[in-house]
């Protein structure tokens, strides 16, 4: 059964399974990437709030 198919099919098979493989790989990767993206544009959010609260704070102090 198997004998009656031509090689180039299974080459065509493994290719499939192989862009699959390689397809969900570049996924995570892209995935992974855009979490430490996300991650480092909230850093630089919560520090600038940061600072910005320590500034009100600052200049509460100075006004009283």
């Known amino acids: 059964m198997f004998a ?18 390689m397809a969900f790989r570049a996924m995570k ?12 544009e909230g850093k630089v959010y919560i520090d600038r709030i940061n600072e910005a609260r320590k500034k009100r704070e600052r200049e509460g102090n100075v006004s009283n």
């Open 4 to 21: 009656s198919i031509p090689w180039w099919v299974y080459v065509m098979i493994g290719f499939i399974f192989f862009s699959g493989y």
């Open 29 to 40: 990767a892209e995935y992974e990437l855009e979490q430490q993206f996300i991650e480092k």
